[in-house]
């Protein structure tokens, strides 16, 4: 499966966003979707995480609250609303995804998108 994330940019803080991922070459109901980032400076971390039928979440809980993670399998999407946004929420948001549930962890993940760039300014 092939994924393009899109819809980051510059926001100030309180501000919000919403990345969209789409998905293309194989069946995106096939697919655990998830969300990490990668701030400067840092790993990449685990953000968000949303079942094959979109019926379970789940999410750092540096973001619990705030974010909201859902799919579209018609339209093979998943999203990411960012809310209440935080200078540290900068980073590089990427989609991935995963045949298996339960995982936090990168490697669990078999296919990941190019990013999308999130400033968010204080």
């Known amino acids: 499966v092939q994924l393009q994330a899109s819809g980051g940019g510059l926001v100030q803080a309180g501000g919000f966003l919403r990345l969209s991922c789409a998905a293309s070459g194989s069946t995106f109901s096939n697919y655990v979707m998830g969300w990490f980032r990668q701030a400067p400076g840092k790993e990449r971390e685990f953000v968000a995480a949303?079942?094959?039928?979109?019926?379970?979440?789940y999410y750092a809980d540096s973001v619990k609250g705030r974010f909201t993670i859902s799919r579209d399998n018609a339209k093979n999407t998943v999203y990411l609303q960012l809310n209440s946004l935080k200078p540290e929420d900068t980073a590089i948001y990427y989609c991935?995804?995963?045949?298996?549930?339960?995982?936090?962890?990168?490697?669990?993940?078999?296919?990941w998108g190019h990013g999308t760039q999130v400033t968010v300014s204080s």
């Open positions: 949303i079942s094959w039928g979109g019926d379970t979440t």
């Open positions: 991935a995804a995963s045949i298996r549930w339960g995982s936090r962890r990168e490697a669990a993940y078999e296919y």
